[in-house]
C-alpha cells in the first residue's frame, strides 16, 4: 500500500510508493520508451496486458476488454496510489502520514499507436476530453477524494514511459500544493475586487492582443504573464466556470479545436517537442465556484528544471512570452 507523508516543515505531501519501489540500479530503465506496437499494451489485440477497463467508447456492442474500442480508460498497472480500503490518517510522533488512497488511471486515446494528440482529428481529441469528464464525474462520488488531476507526459524527455498516445488520471485524498497556491490567490483577488483573476487576464490579454496565441468562440490559448517555462501556454474558457467536468459540450468541441492547432503550432515551431499537459478543475471538497476558473497548462520541455529552481521555487525563463506568442502565431497551419 502506497503511503501520503507530510513535511512537517513545508506541509508538503508527498507519495511513498511502496508497489513501485526501486532499487538504485532500475532507475536507468525509467528512460525506454519504444516498444514497438507488437508489444505495446495499448495496441488494440493487446487489451490483456492491461488490468480491466473502467470506461471505453466501443463500436456497435463489442465485448469490454477485447478489440473493438476506439478509446480506453483502464486503472494503471503501477499506481502511485489505490483506490481499496479506507483513508486511515495517522501520526507517527511528530510527523503525519495517511495510506495511499487514490486512484491512478491511464486513458488510452486512440487505437493508431503513431498518432499524437496533436495528428488526432478534432473528434478524437473531443472524446479524448469527453473521457476525462465522464472519469470526474464518476470518481467525485468517491467521498475519500478530494481532488483529481488530469495530466499528460508527451515524449521520454516529459516523463513518458510509452510512446503509443495516452494521459493520466490522478484521484487524491488531499489538495495538491500548485492547486492550493492557485485557489489562494484566486480566493485574495476575489476578496479585494469581487471579480475572477483568471477572467480579467483573459478580459486583458484579449483587449491587449500582445500575448495571444489563439482564440475561438469558447476558448482562448495565451502565453502567461509570467510564465515560468519558455512557449508555456495556457488554454482557458471565456465562461466563467471552476469546474472542468461541468462545462457545456461546446465548449469541449472547442478546446479539442484549439488544443489540436497549439500543438501544431509547437510541433511546426519548436520541432515537435517533449511537452506535459494539466487540466487544473476546482476541488470537489470545497467550493470555489466564484473565484476559480479551470483551465488547461501545456509546458513545451525545453529547459532542465536545475539547482536554482529546485532550491527557491524561482523559475529562469530563458524566453519572453510575447516573443513566444510572436513565434506561435506566425506558424501557418
Ligand atoms: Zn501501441
Ligand atoms: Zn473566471
Ligand atoms: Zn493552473
Redesign the pocket.
Known amino acids: 500500500m502506497p503511503e501520503l507523508r507530510k513535511d512537517p516543515v513545508t506541509g508538503r505531501w508527498v507519495i511513498v510508493s511502496t508497489e513501485r519501489r526501486k532499487r538504485p540500479s532500475d532507475f536507468r530503465f525509467e528512460r525506454i520508451s519504444s516498444i514497438g506496437r507488437q508489444y505495446c499494451p495499448f495496441c488494440p489485440g493487446h487489451e490483456t496486458l492491461t488490468p480491466p477497463e473502467v470506461l471505453a467508447y466501443r463500436q456497435n456492442g463489442s465485448a469490454p476488454n477485447a478489440a473493438g474500442w476506439d478509446l480506453r480508460v483502464v486503472p494503471n498497472k503501477f499506481p502511485a496510489l489505490q483506490v481499496e480500503g479506507n483513508l486511515d490518517r495517522e501520526g507517527e510522533g511528530m510527523f503525519d502520514r495517511m495510506n495511499g488512497i487514490g486512484a491512478h488511471e491511464v486513458i488510452i486515446e486512440t487505437t493508431d499507436h503513431d498518432k499524437t494528440l496533436a495528428t488526432m482529428s478534432e473528434g478524437e481529441i473531443e472524446r479524448v476530453l469527453w473521457a476525462f469528464r465522464e472519469r470526474m464525474c464518476d470518481l467525485r462520488q468517491d467521498r475519500r477524494l478530494r481532488y483529481i488531476l488530469i495530466f499528460k507526459n508527451h515524449g521520454a524527455a516529459a516523463g513518458a514511459t510509452l510512446e503509443h498516445a495516452h494521459s493520466q488520471l490522478i484521484a487524491l485524498p488531499v489538495v495538491p500544493d500548485f492547486v492550493r497556491e492557485e485557489l489562494d490567490g484566486a480566493k485574495r483577488h476575489f476578496d479585494e475586487k469581487e471579480r475572477?483573476v483568471?477572467?480579467d487576464i483573459v478580459h486583458h490579454e484579449v483587449a491587449a492582443g500582445r500575448r495571444v496565441v489563439q482564440e475561438n468562440a469558447d476558448i482562448v490559448a495565451l502565453a502567461p504573464y509570467a510564465p515560468r517555462f519558455p512557449f508555456e501556454t495556457w488554454l482557458l474558457p471565456r465562461r466563467?466556470a471552476s469546474r472542468y467536468e461541468e462545462a457545456p459540450r461546446h465548449e469541449y468541441e472547442s478546446l479539442a479545436r484549439l488544443l489540436k492547432s497549439v500543438l501544431m503550432r509547437m510541433n511546426r515551431a519548436l520541432e515537435s517537442p517533449p511537452y506535459n499537459l494539466v487540466i487544473h478543475s476546482a476541488p470537489f471538497s470545497e467550493n470555489a465556484a466564484e473565484f476559480y476558473?479551470w483551465h488547461v497548462e501545456l509546458m513545451p520541455k525545453l529547459t532542465k528544471v536545475a539547482g536554482f529552481e529546485w532550491g527557491t521555487g524561482f523559475y529562469i525563463n530563458p524566453t519572453t512570452p510575447e516573443e513566444a506568442t510572436r513565434v506561435l502565431r506566425a506558424v501557418r497551419i
Open positions: 475572477c483568471f477572467c466563467h476558473h
